[in-house]
Structure formats: C-alpha cells, structure tokens
C-alpha cells in the first residue's frame, strides 16, 4: 500500500519540487542581488498572496479532490467550485484595488511605501491565477491525471528560466513578481487548454441555473471552513506583519523566511501526499470504514512522511542556507523541525474531517490556533527566532484541539 501511494505521488511530487525550485531560484537571485530589506519585502508581499491562496487552497481544494475522486461524481459539482474560484478571485481583485485606491487608510495601517500601482496589480493578478490554478490542480489530483500536472509545470518553468536568464542581473522586487506572472498564466493556461480539447464534453450541456444553485449551495456548506482558513492565512500574515514593524524589520523577516523555505518544501510534499490519501480516505469511508480506521490510515502515512523529508532536511539543512549567501546566519532547524512535525499531524486530522464533512469542528481548530499564536507573538520580542516559535504554537495548539474534539465528540 506504502508503495502504490508513492508511486501515485511521484509525478505530482517532482512537479512540485520543480516548481518550488523556481521560487527557490527567485529567492536566492533576490538575496545574494538585493539587500536583506528588498529580499524582506518581497516575502512580505509573497505572504499577501499566500493570505488569499492559503485561505481557499486549504479550505475548498480538499473538498474539490474529494468531491472529483468520487466514483460518481457530478459534473455540475465539480463545475461549482470552478465558478466559485472565479467569483472570490474577482470580488478579492475588486477589494484589493479598492484597498490601494485609499492610500491614506493604507498609510494609516503601515508605512510602506513600496506599493505602488503597479506591484498592487500584479500581485491582484498573481492571486486570480493561483486560485484558479490551484482549482484544476485539484480536479486533475481527484481524477488521478498527474501527467498534465507535470508537464505543464516544467513547460512554464522552463519558460521563466529562459526569461530570467536573460534578466536576472536586473532583478527587483517587481521584476521578480513577473517572472512568478509568467509562471502561472503559462500552467494555467496549458491546464485550461488540455481540459478543452480532452475533456470538453465536461462543459457541455450544463444548466447554468443549476449551476448556480450548486454554486450557492457550496458557499454554504464549505462556509465555516472559510471562514477559518481565513483566520489562519490572516494570522500567518499578521505574525509576519509584526514582525516587519519590529526594531529589525524586513532583516529579521528575511532571516525567518531562508529557514522557513525547508518547511514550505516539505508542506507541499505533505500536501502531495495528502491529497493522495484523501483520495483513498473518501473510498475507505464510501466502503463503511470507522473513524478510529480512517484516522489510524491518515495518521499512519503522514507521519510516516514527515519523518522521511525532516531526515532529508536534516543533512541538507546546511547546504541550504548556504544558497542565500552568507549574510544569513540564523539557525533555525529545530523550529522549523518542530512546525514540521505539528504540522503533519494536524493535516491528517483535518483530512479525516474534510472527509467526514465536519466544517464547523474546523473552525473551531482555526479560531483556537490563531488566538494561540496571536497571544503568543504579541506577548513576545518580534524577531526571526519568534516567529518561527509562533508557527510551532499555532500547529501545537490545532493538535490538541483535533485530538480533544476526535477523543470526545467522534470517536465512539
């Protein structure tokens, strides 16, 4: 079984890895090119994209592959949560720009002056393509084509490095936000195009006003869980917000985020092997299988999982750092370790739920974790070594919750 997940997970994990190499490389050409601050503020502004991403990447795409793997699933379903991607991408586009417009409500929240019109546009456009993105890599996932996924990630790749190439020596922290413009219209684009000449019967026929419904029907149901992948991508930028407007500023959000890159890497492995196992979980659970047997499953391979990437991290922890140049000395291992492990744990928990379809119980993770972890951060000295403390706090606390809410209220 072991071996059939990851082999199910190989492709869907190599293209994850070449498409983290490509943020790897724009870190690094920022860093070693730029100062600590310029490289701190494009992690800021990566953050903000990563407020609207996390929110419903974590919140509807374990819904869209749940809902996409199932033996008979519905078109119009499926349909749902495209239109739903496409109307929050337009209605965050229209409040961010919104936002901007009132430049002296922005200046009353910080003293950034780096945004201008054009860094707000793109970065809008940057959040409308990876919702979407993240919506068709969550129907190809549930069907199990991770071909697409593959080549369309090293086609735009390929195709950004050719371009950064030739530019790289100018980077900035606008030049840097086009080539991650590039990237994703590109994978977007080739998975859009693959859908209409392979798989166009999906789109024909459908009544719109039954779609509609299905839309709206959706809202509500996955509502809860917004709402919390809300406060948890609000206050994973919160923390970092802090920590920008601390005595050390974008230096010490710098130092944070060369460490943080392992726990991103070995998120996206998780997820990878996650969203695999909420394939099999949704079967298991289709074919009568218990709580205590869906969440022995899920525990099981995402520990298992963890383990093996953190062993990984640990020999080439060193040799990481040592990409973004040495003016990066924080070590941060055990923190980033720790995240890492919490982490793994709480995801096998939130999948047994997702399956189950217990929304409300995943707010309730969300809302206790961010009060946890916004208590902690303002109750200490921001800096880099805090602010990895705090993911580890937010994580921690989501553990307890899960395993207090499974040991009393579903495990019977």
């Not at 008979?72 to 417009?101: H, Q």
Request: net charge positive.
């Amino acid at each position: 079984m072991l071996k059939k997940l990851f082999s199910s997970a190989f492709l869907l994990m190599l293209s994850t890895l070449i498409a983290k190499g490509f943020i790897l490389i724009l870190n690094v050409l920022i860093a070693r090119y730029t100062s600590k601050d310029v490289y701190g503020t494009f992690v800021f502004l990566r953050s903000t994209i990563n407020l609207f991403e996390t929110t419903f990447s974590s919140a509807v795409n374990p819904f869209a592959v749940k809902e996409s793997s199932k033996e008979d699933f519905s078109r119009v379903s499926v349909l749902a949560y495209g239109v739903f991607y496409a109307f929050t991408a337009l209605i965050i586009s229209i409040l961010c720009l919104l936002l901007w417009a009132g430049s002296s409500f922005i200046g009353s929240l910080s003293s950034f002056d780096f945004l201008t019109l054009q860094i707000v546009l793109t970065v809008v456009i940057l959040i409308s393509l990876t919702l979407l993105n993240g919506y068709l890599i969550s129907v190809y996932i549930g069907k199990g084509i991770y071909k697409v996924i593959y080549f369309s990630t090293v086609i735009s790749v390929a195709l950004s490095v050719i371009v950064i190439f030739f530019t790289y020596q100018y980077i900035t922290v606008e030049i840097a936000l086009f080539y991650m413009l590039i990237y994703q219209l590109t994978d977007l684009t080739i998975k859009a195009c693959n859908i209409l000449v392979n798989h166009a019967h999906i789109l024909k026929n459908i009544e719109y006003g039954v779609l509609f419904q299905k839309t709206k029907g959706l809202l509500n149901a996955i509502k809860p869980v917004i709402v919390g992948s809300a406060i948890n991508a609000f206050i994973f930028w919160f923390v970092r917000y802090v920590t920008a407007n601390s005595e050390n500023g974008f230096a010490a959000l710098a130092e944070f985020d060369v460490s943080f890159q392992m726990f991103i890497i070995c998120s996206i492995l998780l997820n990878i092997i996650c969203n695999i196992v909420l394939r099999n979980l949704t079967k298991l659970h289709e074919s009568g299988s218990n709580v205590r047997q869906l969440l022995s499953y899920a525990l099981r391979y995402m520990s298992l999982s963890c383990l093996l990437f953190v062993a990984g991290g640990y020999f080439l922890y060193d040799y990481f750092l040592l990409l973004y140049g040495e003016q990066y000395t924080a070590n941060l291992f055990l923190e980033v370790t720790l995240i890492c492990l919490f982490y793994s744990i709480a995801l096998a928990f939130n999948r047994v739920m997702v399956v189950m379809n217990k929304t409300y119980q995943l707010f309730y993770v969300a809302l206790t974790s961010a009060i946890a972890m916004g208590a902690y951060i303002l109750t200490v000295t921001a800096s880099a070594e805090s602010l990895a403390i705090s993911f580890s706090v937010y994580y921690l606390t989501s553990c307890v919750v899960y395993l207090y809410i499974f040991t009393n209220r579903l495990i019977k």
